[in-house]
């Protein structure tokens, strides 16, 4: 069954490299043939940005969590940083004309922002796995325990604060156009603090309902030593639960959409099609970011035993001792 399934995966590897080449070269032949505006120029940019979330969700499911974080290293700086060259080539009027470099950067832009999403997952689980330990500096101010939930809430102020920023640039002709590129990374910012803070939120709501954002650091009287995160009291139990639907495949699909929304506006949902100014669609990428992050951060656990297998098997023999403690 094993080999059955590594076939199908490999075959549709195979197909969205292939299509993806297909993709890359019609972006740039609509590009080249229509004007900016027109609406087959704005369907191509439609249609090659939904190909890219969905080859970069799809490939979290087909490779290995390590070869995707590799892949994810070398796209995103890249990308990224071809897409801010270019820019700035762009903006001194610096002309090289041997190359279409305006659809180089709009490709570079278009990757760099699909992968990101599904990138950013893997590695906040990541940062679990390597941060959790609860006798981190980080988690003390001296005697005291700062909850998570408190640090979501003021990340998401904090994009709050970005998103007042991005209200006040729009309201400039020359930082919507000339000098978009700040608009833009204001907006990634504004994405990043967003979707963190709501995960972690969501991740430790219980504490949040209940207002428990800085206590005193106690000693567990029941506690047993994990790989992972060293000391688990019987009180941490709830945050290695799942819940009974399956929401982190929705919420990083979701957090992809969300992101290409806020970034690309009206070239991702053009307005001869759905009718939607571009301040409306951003708004909406602003809900469902959030959305999405406290998706995965309610189901984290379950993503957390797709990456890391063998530690959940360890991890669950030692959750079922602190809910069933022997009787002696």
Same mark, same amino acid.
């Given at each position: 069954?094993?080999?059955?399934l590594?076939?199908?995966?490999?075959?549709?590897?195979?197909?969205?490299?292939?299509?993806s080449?297909?993709?890359?070269?019609?972006?740039?032949?609509?590009?080249q043939?229509?004007e900016?505006?027109?609406?087959?120029?704005q369907?191509?940019?439609?249609?090659t940005?939904?190909?890219f979330?969905?080859?970069?969700?799809?490939?979290?499911?087909?490779?290995?969590?390590?070869?995707y974080i590799k892949?994810?290293n070398?796209?995103?700086?890249i990308?990224t940083?071809?897409?801010?060259?270019?820019?700035?080539?762009? &903006? !001194? =009027?610096?002309?090289? @004309?041997?190359?279409?470099?305006?659809? /180089?950067?709009?490709? #570079?832009?278009? *990757?760099?922002?699909?992968?990101?999403s599904?990138g950013?997952n893997?590695y906040?689980?990541?940062?679990?796995?390597?941060?959790?330990?609860p006798?981190?500096?980080?988690?003390?101010?001296k005697?005291?325990?700062?909850?998570e939930?408190?640090?979501?809430?003021?990340?998401v102020?904090?994009?709050?604060?970005?998103?007042?920023i991005?209200?006040l640039?729009?309201?400039?002709?020359?930082?919507?156009?000339k000098?978009r590129?700040?608009?833009?990374?204001?907006?990634?910012?504004?994405?990043?603090?967003?979707?963190?803070?709501?995960?972690?939120?969501?991740?430790?709501?219980?504490?949040?309902?209940?207002?428990?954002?800085?206590?005193?650091?106690r000693?567990?009287?029941v506690?047993?030593?994990?790989?992972?995160?060293n000391?688990?009291a019987?009180?941490?139990?709830? &945050? !290695? =639960?799942?819940?009974? @639907?399956l929401y982190?495949?929705?919420? /990083?699909?979701l957090? #992809?959409?969300? *992101?290409?929304?806020?970034?690309?506006?009206?070239?991702?949902?053009?307005?001869?099609i759905?009718?939607?100014?571009?301040?409306?669609?951003?708004?909406?990428?602003?809900?469902?970011?959030?959305?999405?992050?406290?998706?995965?951060?309610?189901?984290?656990?379950?993503?957390?035993?797709?990456?890391?297998?063998?530690?959940?098997?360890?991890?669950?023999?030692?959750?079922?001792?602190?809910?069933?403690p022997?009787?002696?």
């Amino acid at each position: 069954m094993k080999r059955y399934l590594f076939g199908l995966k490999i075959v549709i590897l195979c197909f969205l490299l292939v299509s993806s080449s297909f993709i890359i070269f019609y972006f740039f032949y609509y590009n080249q043939q229509f004007e900016w505006y027109s609406i087959d120029v704005q369907v191509n940019w439609m249609i090659t940005i939904f190909f890219f979330i969905s080859f970069f969700y799809l490939l979290t499911f087909l490779i290995d969590f390590n070869l995707y974080i590799k892949i994810f290293n070398i796209i995103a700086p890249i990308g990224t940083l071809l897409w801010i060259g270019i820019y700035f080539l762009e &903006f !001194f =009027k610096i002309e090289l @004309g041997w190359w279409n470099w305006t659809t /180089i950067r709009h490709i #570079s832009a278009i *990757l760099s922002l699909s992968i990101l999403s599904p990138g950013l997952n893997l590695y906040i689980i990541k940062y679990i796995r390597n941060n959790s330990n609860p006798n981190r500096k980080w988690k003390i101010i001296k005697n005291y325990h700062v909850h998570e939930g408190f640090v979501g809430i003021i990340f998401v102020f904090i994009a709050f604060i970005f998103w007042i920023i991005r209200l006040l640039m729009i309201q400039h002709e020359v930082l919507k156009r000339k000098l978009r590129i700040f608009l833009a990374l204001d907006m990634i910012l504004l994405f990043l603090f967003l979707f963190s803070g709501s995960f972690l939120v969501l991740r430790d709501r219980r504490d949040v309902i209940r207002l428990k954002f800085i206590e005193t650091r106690r000693i567990q009287p029941v506690s047993k030593i994990s790989p992972v995160f060293n000391e688990i009291a019987q009180d941490s139990i709830h &945050f !290695f =639960k799942s819940p009974r @639907g399956l929401y982190y495949p929705f919420g /990083i699909l979701l957090n #992809s959409f969300a *992101l290409n929304m806020f970034i690309h506006g009206t070239d991702f949902l053009p307005k001869e099609i759905f009718n939607l100014n571009h301040e409306t669609i951003v708004f909406i990428g602003f809900f469902l970011c959030f959305l999405a992050g406290g998706m995965i951060g309610i189901d984290w656990y379950r993503l957390f035993a797709k990456l890391y297998p063998r530690l959940y098997q360890d991890l669950e023999i030692i959750l079922n001792d602190l809910r069933n403690p022997s009787v002696v």
